[in-house]
C-alpha cells in the first residue's frame, strides 16, 4: 500500500513539472497559401471527399481525414465550415473520424470545451482508442494521465509482440520533456511507452538504466523490436541488447539499428527497412545501403519531408551498389509488398518500375532532352517488356494528348498520370483522374496525388518516423496548424 502511494505521489509531482508539450511545427506551414499547387491539393481533397458518398468509398473512407487535414491547412475555411466537414466525417465512418474530430477540438478549444463539442460521440468507441494523432492533442492539453491510462489499458509487459509506436507523437519533443514523459510513463506501469522514449533519448544513460531494470523480464524480448526502432532515432546508437545473444550477435544487431536508422529520414516509405525484413536483415550489403543513404541525406540530395521518389530511388540504387549484382536487388524488389499511397498497389518492384520510368522520361516530356530515353539500367524484366508502351504514351501526351483520348487499360490510365506528373501538367493530370470511371482507382489516384502535391508544398501530412512506422497513414499535428 505504501508502495502504491508513493508511487502515486511521484506521478503527480511529474505531472506538475511536466511542462507543455514544445511540439516542432511542420516544415512550412506558414507557405501553405502561396504554393503553386494549392489549388490541386484542394481539388483532389475536395474530390475525395465527395467520394464518400460513392457505392465504394473504402478509400475515400481511409483518407478521409488526410483531405479534411489539407483543407484546413490549404483553404479558406471558416468554423462553421470545418464544424460541417468533421461531422460529415463521422456521419460517413471515415476511418479514424471521431478520434479526429475530437483531437482537432482539444487542440483548438482545450479540454473541457472540446468534450462539450463533441457530446454523446465520445461515448463511442473512436474517441477511446489508442489513437496517435489523439494521444498527442490530450498531452497537449495537459491530460498526460489520460494519455497514460491509454497506454496501460493496452499493455504492460505482454506475452505477445507489441509494435505500437507510442512514443512517436512526441519524438519531436525536445530530450529533456521526452525523458519526463519517460519517467512518468515508467513509474506508472507503461513499460512500452517508457522504453521507446528512452531509446530515442541523446544521452544514453537513462534508456541503459531502463535495461538493467528490465532485461530480464519475459515481456521485453516481445518488445525489443519496437526498442530497437526507437534507439534508431539517433543515427549512431549503439544496438540494443538482445535476450537470445547466442542467436543475433553484435555485426546482425548493428545491422537492423542501421537499416532503421536509415529509415527514420527516409521519405514516405521505409523501403530499406521492409526489404532487409523481408530478407532476413541481409547484414552486409543492407548496412553498406544504409551508410550511404545517410551520406546522401546529409549532402542534401533528399529530406524526410520532400517527394517520395527520390529517397526510394536512393535506396534501390544504393542497394544495387552494394550487392554488387543489381539483379539480386531487382529480382527480390518484386517479392517485398510494402504499405504504401502510392496508386500503384503492388510489390515494390513494380512501384520502382513506374518511378524509374517517370524519372528516365519526365525531362524529356518537358522539352529539356531530346532523344526518347534508353531503358533505365536498373529496371526489372516487367519494365523492359512494358518499354515501348511507355514510350507511345509519352509520345501521345507529349503531342497534346488529351487524358480522355488516352488508351482506357487500367495500367495505361497509371501510367498516364505518372507522365502528366513528371511533365508538371496539374491541369491535365486533375482531368485524367475526374474522368476515371472506376471510383475505387480514382480514389487512389487523388489520395496519392494530394499527398505528393502536399510534399511540394508545406509537407503538412508529414510526421517524423512515418516512414518507419506509420505506412500509408500519419499523425496530424493540429497545433501546427495557423488556424
Known sequence: MRSDMRVKSAIKLLLLALPGLAILPAPVLGQAGSCAYRPSILTLSDRLLADLDSKDASVARFYGRD????????GEMGKTQVDAMLD?????????????????????????????????????????????????????????????????????????????????????????ERKRLADLADKSGAPLLAGQLYASLPNYDPWKGFLKRNFENIGFYNLKASFVAFSAFNFDSPPVPDPRNHFNGVAYRQSVQKFAAASWFLPGSALLYEFSAKFRFEPIYGKRAALKLKEAYDRGEFRPDGPVQPGWLLTY???????????????????????????????AGDILDTMLAAEAIGPWLKSETEAFPEIPALASGKLKTRWPEWQTLAETIKAGGEPGALDKTFTRRGMAAELFYAKGDQSKLLALIAAEKNPGYRQQLEADFMARFDRLCSSSLYFPGDALFLRNSTIHRFDALSK
Open 88 to 176: 460529415r466525417l463521422m456521419d460517413k465512418r471515415s476511418v479514424g473520424a471521431t478520434a479526429f474530430s475530437y483531437a482537432y477540438y482539444l487542440s483548438k478549444l482545450g479540454y473541457d470545451a472540446a468534450g462539450a463539442k463533441m457530446g454523446a460521440r465520445l461515448d463511442g468507441t473512436g474517441a477511446n482508442a489508442l489513437d496517435l494523432t489523439l494521444m498527442r492533442a490530450l498531452a497537449k492539453a495537459g491530460r498526460y494521465d489520460l494519455v497514460l491510462d491509454r497506454v496501460r489499458g493496452v499493455m504492460q509487459w505482454p506475452d505477445k509482440r507489441y509494435l505500437i509506436p507510442m512514443a512517436l507523437p512526441f519524438i519531436d519533443n525536445p530530450p529533456d
Open 67 to 74: 483531405a479534411a487535414y489539407l483543407k484546413m491547412n490549404y
Open 317 to 347: 540504387r544504393a542497394l544495387a551498389e552494394a550487392a554488387g549484382d543489381p539483379r539480386i536487388i531487382i529480382d527480390k524488389m518484386q517479392k517485398v509488398n510494402i504499405g504504401s499511397r502510392h496508386h500503384v498497389q503492388g510489390n
